[in-house]
């Protein structure tokens, strides 16, 4: 898969893109990212990128011209590219929103600064909007970044067969159950006993309550995507009688 992020802060992508699992995608070539300078596709003599807003106001917009040239530039070899932008306004990334993007071949990720860009790059040039949550960046960069590390770990082979995606809490519509590892004690506090067993079907049963326990007083959104068998929702009821779980939920 490719991603050309187009921005005016390049030097914000270097280390992301460069350690760890995303280093080694981009290493084995199953990830390629070109980081795009926006500014470099000026054609005035001071590179100007951005102007005051028509109508008055404050802040700066982000001009047209050199965004087309750079979207243009980056759909030369792939015109079937998806462009996308990074905006509070734009419909939710969530993680089947990203099941569904991974599919595409070239992504061109725009990434607005100050006031964001000239409404006529949205209406001409970018063929999706995406938010990645309800706050306020100081521009898109690091919105592109959460959707190039999304992207790049369900693609086949980014992620060890001991990391897979599909175990993944979001595919399963569940929150994760709580993980421990040696020491067996720490500062007096124990690991939980069934999980030292070596009974595998309890520790099974153990990890699924945990996750629905989680899942049910952090995030009971979740419950209405979930594949819930009877004693899962047995379970649940339980969780939902006992005493604290409306004014203590699980301690977080
Ligand atoms: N911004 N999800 C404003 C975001 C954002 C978000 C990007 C800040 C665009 C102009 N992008 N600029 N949230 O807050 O994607």
Redesign the pocket.
Known sequence: MRFDILTLFPAMFSSPFEASILGKAVEKGLIEIRIVNIRDFTSDKHHVVDDTPYGGGQGMVMKVEPIARAIEWAKAESPSAWTIY???Q?RSFNQERAEALSSKTHLILLC?????VDERVREMFVDEE???????????EL?AMVMVDTLSRLLPGVLGCDQSAEEDSFSESLLEYPQYTRPIDFRGQGVPEVLVSGNHEAIFQWRRKEALRRTVTRRPDLLAKANLSETDKRFIDEILQSEGTRTRGDGV
């Open positions: 990074l905006t509070p734009g607005g600064r100050y006031e964001g995406v938010s990645i949550g309800d706050y306020v960046l100081t521009g898109g919105a």
